[in-house]
C-alpha cells in the first residue's frame, strides 16, 4: 500500500467499500500501487496496468490497454466510442466483486502478461478522426487557423475534432468552432484554457 493513495481510500464515497476490495484484490496481484490523476493506479515496471475510478451509477477497474485482453466473460465495456485503447469492468455492488474475484485476477494477470510481451495498441491518427465541415469551412476561410490548428499536438487536434463532431446540430458545430478559434490561434489545446 501506497500511503500517498490512501486518501482516495479514506475520503466518504458512495463506493468506499467497493474501493477497499478492489485494492486488496489488485494489491494481492504484486502490482505497484500508485496515485495518477488523483486515483489508484496499479503499475507493473512503471507501466499503467490498472485504475481504481468511480461515477455516479457505478465504480470500475480500468485496464489501461483493456481492448487486448481477451475477454472471455465479456465484462470489459468501452466507457465510450472514443476510447481506442482503454476497458472497464463496472461494478454496482460489493458482492459483485467478491462474487468475480478470481475472474478479476486473472484479468489482472492477463493485462500483466499483455504488458510484459510489449503489446501495444494501434491507435487511430489525427487524420482518421472525424472532420466536422463546419471546421473545414474555418479552415479554408482562414489559412492562419489552418497552420495554426496543424501546429497543435496530436493529442490537442484530436480534442478539438472530437468537441467540434461530437455536437448533432450545425449550428451547435459552428457556435463549437467560434467559440474554439481564438484558443487555437494561441497555440492552446481545449482544456488549456
Not at 446540430?169 to 481564438?182: F, G, L, N, P, Y
Request: glycine share 6%.
Amino acid at each position: 500500500m501506497n500511503p500517498k493513495v490512501d486518501f482516495f481510500f479514506n475520503k466518504n464515497s458512495k463506493w468506499q467499500e467497493e474501493y477497499e476490495l478492489l485494492r486488496t484484490i489488485i494489491l494481492d496481484t504484486g502490482l505497484n500501487e500508485e496515485l495518477k490523476w488523483g486515483k489508484p493506479c496499479y503499475t507493473f515496471s512503471g507501466n499503467n496496468i490498472v485504475l481504481i475510478h468511480g461515477f455516479k451509477d457505478y465504480c470500475a477497474l480500468l485496464f489501461h490497454k483493456g481492448v487486448l485482453l481477451k475477454d472471455p466473460d465479456e465484462i470489459l465495456v468501452q466507457q465510450t466510442k472514443n476510447v481506442q485503447a482503454a476497458r472497464q469492468i463496472r461494478f454496482t455492488s460489493a458482492q459483485q466483486i467478491i462474487e468475480m474475484k478470481a475472474i478479476l485476477r486473472a484479468y489482472i494477470f492477463e493485462a500483466v502478461e499483455v504488458e510484459k510481451a510489449g503489446l501495444e495498441v494501434k491507435l487511430k491518427k489525427t487524420s482518421e478522426f472525424e472532420m466536422a465541415d463546419e471546421f473545414q469551412e474555418k479552415l479554408d476561410e482562414l489559412p492562419e487557423l489552418k497552420e495554426a490548428f496543424e501546429s497543435l499536438t496530436p493529442g490537442r487536434q484530436r480534442g478539438y475534432l472530437l468537441h467540434f463532431s461530437g455536437a448533432k446540430q450545425s449550428k451547435t458545430r459552428s457556435s463549437r468552432v467560434e467559440k474554439c478559434i481564438s484558443a487555437i490561434l494561441d497555440g492552446k489545446g481545449l482544456n488549456d484554457r
